[in-house]
């Protein structure tokens, strides 16, 4: 195997290597990969199809791995290259793939997914084409927003990839246009009440982060993500602003002192109007407030829970006994029960969890859902049917073991989190689970301009007599 050699040559006493490159797939952060004599290396900005000479930025101690950038392209750019949509691409570190364009975006993540899977062997799942989302771009119900002090004032935008440095996201196509447009008027009541930017190399300041959702009703929710140190009646000035502009139907403030990274905390104080935006879920009234989970996608989210629900209930009698594993504020166990399935929702956040009763109380389904805030390894025996959807990690070891110890008869499984999924499937197959003949692998896109790609299917434990 060839050895990588660094091309960074300060004496300038040699001429650096430069490799030639063909890109041959794309990593998650949207780099092109390509393997020269054995090694690997990831070239932002290269294309699958695409070659370049390059040179070595840093190299990967534990392998054959490298880093490294264009020096010289070396072919026409693959006619799969676009003009991304956002002023910020490729700096703000949001949508690595947006200079892709979005059908050969669906291939290379089907590809991320069959490769995930081919892990499992002969047991590896079909993998169908993924559902495209409805809207490539416009589609996120939230834009999350860094704060920081710019050359010409408040700045809200996102990290540069690999740093700290704040790209200015004003103008982000990937966020509905109304979230652009309430994020521009909190920027400029933030700068006129005189809020000051948290610096976080210092710990000092006051305006942290600001998170903008929006529902599906013409509404926006406003999120001031602020220290402790803040300055009350500056606070109260540009929230007051902001909740004048029409869309905004309530400004929370949310107290984070905390030095973790962490943008979300439950200290939150409702400044104006309502602290959580409604949401139709099933027919039943959803409340998302400031820090809930609630997928961004929403159109596509419900094509994918349509389907989990589908897969979940296809044969089964009404009053079927299902179980909601990582159920959030009840994006599947409200569609179950809708569906006449008799639903225990388990969810870690006790908020959401009483969330889910109140919705489930005015969608009139009380009686079919029992939402419980505990762990996922409580997952209850005596289910015909358990929806997993956990975060991208997958099951934790707990999680998975009491899921193979209630043994339902069949399992349908929603992931965000394809090399997760493998691993969990080899653990449900050597328990008995397979995918049922005629399944495949079913990809869902809900997140355009990314490498995400959500996948659901169904397992079933064939019956022992
Ligand atoms: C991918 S989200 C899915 C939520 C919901 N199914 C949806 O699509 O809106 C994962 C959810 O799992 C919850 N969660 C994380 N760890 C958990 C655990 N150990 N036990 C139960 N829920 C957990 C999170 O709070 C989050 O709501």
Redesign the pocket.
């Given at each position: 195997m060839a050895q990588l050699t660094m091309s960074r040559n300060p004496s300038g006493a040699s001429a650096p290597p430069q490799p030639e490159v063909v890109a041959a797939g794309l990593d998650d952060a949207g780099a092109g990969v390509g393997v020269v004599d054995g090694a690997e290396y990831h070239v932002p900005d290269l294309l699958p199809g695409e070659r370049a000479r390059v040179a070595i930025e840093h190299k990967s101690p534990h392998g054959q791995r490298a880093w490294a950038r264009i020096v010289r392209r070396t072919s026409p750019p693959s006619p799969d290259r676009v003009e991304p949509a956002c002023p910020a691409a490729g700096r703000c570190g949001g949508c690595a793939w947006q200079h892709l364009a979005y059908p050969a975006q669906l291939v290379a993540k089907r590809a991320r997914v069959v490769a995930a899977l081919a892990t499992l062997g002969d047991a590896a799942p079909a993998v169908a084409a993924p559902v495209p989302s409805p809207r490539p771009l416009g589609y996120r119900n939230k834009g999350k927003y860094v704060v920081a002090d710019g050359r010409h004032g408040l700045v809200l935008g996102a990290y540069a990839p690999r740093s700290h440095k704040v790209v200015d996201s004003i103008g982000c196509r990937v966020v509905t246009s109304r979230i652009d447009d309430v994020a521009i008027r909190v920027r400029r009541a933030a700068a006129a009440a005189g809020l000051r930017a948290y610096d976080e190399r210092h710990r000092d300041g006051e305006l942290r982060y600001v998170i903008v959702r929006s529902d599906d009703r013409g509404g926006a929710l406003v999120v001031l993500v602020v220290t402790s140190a803040t300055r009350a009646e500056v606070l109260a000035a540009a929230a007051a602003a902001v909740a004048a502009y029409p869309p905004v139907r309530g400004v929370v403030a949310m107290r984070n002192d905390r030095t973790d990274g962490a943008i979300v905390t439950d200290d939150v104080t409702v400044l104006h109007g309502v602290g959580a935006l409604i949401e139709d879920v099933a027919g039943c009234p959803v409340e998302v407030g400031a820090g809930?989970?609630?997928?961004i996608n929403r159109d596509q989210?419900a094509a994918l829970?349509g389907r989990a629900v589908d897969l979940a209930l296809d044969g089964l009698a009404e009053g079927a006994v299902a179980v909601?594993?990582?159920?959030?504020?009840?994006?599947?166990a409200l569609g179950l029960a809708r569906r006449g399935a008799r639903v225990t929702a388990?969810?870690?956040?006790p908020g959401?969890v009483a969330a889910l009763r109140r919705a489930a109380a005015a969608g009139g389904l009380a009686d079919r859902v029992t939402a419980i805030a505990?762990?996922?390894?409580g997952v209850p025996a005596g289910a015909d049917v358990v929806v997993v959807?956990?975060?991208?990690k997958g099951l934790?070891a707990p999680?998975l073991a009491a899921l193979i110890a209630a043994a339902p008869p069949r399992i349908v499984y929603?992931s965000?989190g394809p090399d997760a999924l493998a691993r969990d499937l080899a653990a449900l197959h050597a328990a008995g689970y397979r995918i049922a003949d005629g399944d495949v692998a079913e990809p869902y896109d809900l997140m355009p301009g990314t490498a995400q790609i959500e996948v659901v299917l169904r397992l079933t434990r064939p019956t022992t007599s």
């Amino acid at each position: 195997m060839a050895q990588l050699t660094m091309s960074r040559n300060p004496s300038g006493a040699s001429a650096p290597p430069q490799p030639e490159v063909v890109a041959a797939g794309l990593d998650d952060a949207g780099a092109g990969v390509g393997v020269v004599d054995g090694a690997e290396y990831h070239v932002p900005d290269l294309l699958p199809g695409e070659r370049a000479r390059v040179a070595i930025e840093h190299k990967s101690p534990h392998g054959q791995r490298a880093w490294a950038r264009i020096v010289r392209r070396t072919s026409p750019p693959s006619p799969d290259r676009v003009e991304p949509a956002c002023p910020a691409a490729g700096r703000c570190g949001g949508c690595a793939w947006q200079h892709l364009a979005y059908p050969a975006q669906l291939v290379a993540k089907r590809a991320r997914v069959v490769a995930a899977l081919a892990t499992l062997g002969d047991a590896a799942p079909a993998v169908a084409a993924p559902v495209p989302s409805p809207r490539p771009l416009g589609y996120r119900n939230k834009g999350k927003y860094v704060v920081a002090d710019g050359r010409h004032g408040l700045v809200l935008g996102a990290y540069a990839p690999r740093s700290h440095k704040v790209v200015d996201s004003i103008g982000c196509r990937v966020v509905t246009s109304r979230i652009d447009d309430v994020a521009i008027r909190v920027r400029r009541a933030a700068a006129a009440a005189g809020l000051r930017a948290y610096d976080e190399r210092h710990r000092d300041g006051e305006l942290r982060y600001v998170i903008v959702r929006s529902d599906d009703r013409g509404g926006a929710l406003v999120v001031l993500v602020v220290t402790s140190a803040t300055r009350a009646e500056v606070l109260a000035a540009a929230a007051a602003a902001v909740a004048a502009y029409p869309p905004v139907r309530g400004v929370v403030a949310m107290r984070n002192d905390r030095t973790d990274g962490a943008i979300v905390t439950d200290d939150v104080t409702v400044l104006h109007g309502v602290g959580a935006l409604i949401e139709d879920v099933a027919g039943c009234p959803v409340e998302v407030g400031a820090g809930e989970f609630l997928q961004i996608n929403r159109d596509q989210a419900a094509a994918l829970h349509g389907r989990a629900v589908d897969l979940a209930l296809d044969g089964l009698a009404e009053g079927a006994v299902a179980v909601d594993l990582y159920a959030g504020l009840g994006a599947i166990a409200l569609g179950l029960a809708r569906r006449g399935a008799r639903v225990t929702a388990i969810e870690l956040d006790p908020g959401a969890v009483a969330a889910l009763r109140r919705a489930a109380a005015a969608g009139g389904l009380a009686d079919r859902v029992t939402a419980i805030a505990g762990d996922a390894a409580g997952v209850p025996a005596g289910a015909d049917v358990v929806v997993v959807d956990p975060p991208r990690k997958g099951l934790a070891a707990p999680a998975l073991a009491a899921l193979i110890a209630a043994a339902p008869p069949r399992i349908v499984y929603v992931s965000c989190g394809p090399d997760a999924l493998a691993r969990d499937l080899a653990a449900l197959h050597a328990a008995g689970y397979r995918i049922a003949d005629g399944d495949v692998a079913e990809p869902y896109d809900l997140m355009p301009g990314t490498a995400q790609i959500e996948v659901v299917l169904r397992l079933t434990r064939p019956t022992t007599s």
